[in-house]
Structure formats: structure tokens, C-alpha cells
Nanobody, 127 residues
Framework: QLQVVESGGGLVQPGGSLRLSCAAS????????IGWFRQAPGKEREGVSC????????TYADSVKGRFTISRDNAKNTVYLQMNSLKLEDTAVYYC????????????????????WGQGTQVTVSS
């Protein structure tokens, strides 16, 4: 059964760091672009970052540029989201998702183009 599972969320103070993991099972993550999305209470889901299957194309939302880093370890079948300098407004449920087949060097931060989603992991930034 194809699935992805997020982990690594938690409670952190402003300025702190967390590393989220997106572990895949039932398929080889290496063949797919992966997106990270988040949804805060009362807000729409938004794209945070994505990485192509090659790892050569990476995109970030303007709100997280310079603070978040996406990476993939195909040997571990896992994609990571390193989040530094966290802000109150980063509080949300974070989801990883598997993109529909794209080009080797493509990724997109558009939710409708992702077919498989994890259950989400809560990130709370609070003092």
C-alpha cells in the first residue's frame, strides 16, 4: 500500500528549529517529486516547498525562503524539511504529498497535482 507518513512536529519557541520527515512505504520515493504543504487554523492549505525527483529543482514559498531547507535521501526513502528561525506564523499542520508523474527536474507547489498525502504533523511555535 502506497503511503507517506510525516513526523518531527512539535512545540518550539520562536527562533527555534524542527526537522520534519516524510517517510514513504510501498513505493520508491526517488521516482516522484514531493511537496510540503501546511494549513493553519482558519486558513487555506498553502505550499511550503517542493523538490523534484532528481533533487535538482527546489522551490520555496517566499514566506519560508532562507529559513527552511528541503532535502531528500532516496536510500532512506525519506524527504526532509529543516525549519530554522521559526516564527509564530509558521504554526500549522504540515503535510507532505507525492506529486503526479512530472519531469525528472520538475516540482510544483500546487495541491491538486499531488495524489498521495500523509496525515500531517502539528508544528506549534509559541513562547
Amino acid at each position: 500500500q502506497l503511503q507517506v507518513v510525516e513526523s518531527g512536529g512539535g512545540l518550539v519557541q520562536p527562533g527555534g528549529s524542527l526537522r520534519l520527515s516524510c517517510a514513504a512505504s510501498g513505493f520508491a520515493l526517488a521516482h516522484y517529486a514531493i511537496g510540503w504543504f501546511r494549513q493553519a487554523p482558519g486558513k487555506e492549505r498553502e505550499g511550503v516547498s517542493c523538490i523534484s525527483s532528481s533533487g535538482g529543482t527546489i522551490t520555496y514559498a517566499d514566506s519560508v525562503k532562507g529559513r527552511f531547507t528541503i532535502s531528500r535521501d532516496n536510500a532512506k526513502n525519506t524527504v526532509y524539511l529543516q525549519m530554522n528561525s521559526l516564527k509564530l506564523e509558521d504554526t500549522a499542520v504540515y503535510y507532505c504529498a507525492v506529486a503526479r508523474p512530472l519531469g525528472w527536474h520538475m516540482c510544483v507547489m500546487k495541491a491538486p497535482l499531488h495524489d498521495y498525502w500523509g496525515q500531517g504533523t502539528q508544528v506549534t511555535v509559541s513562547s
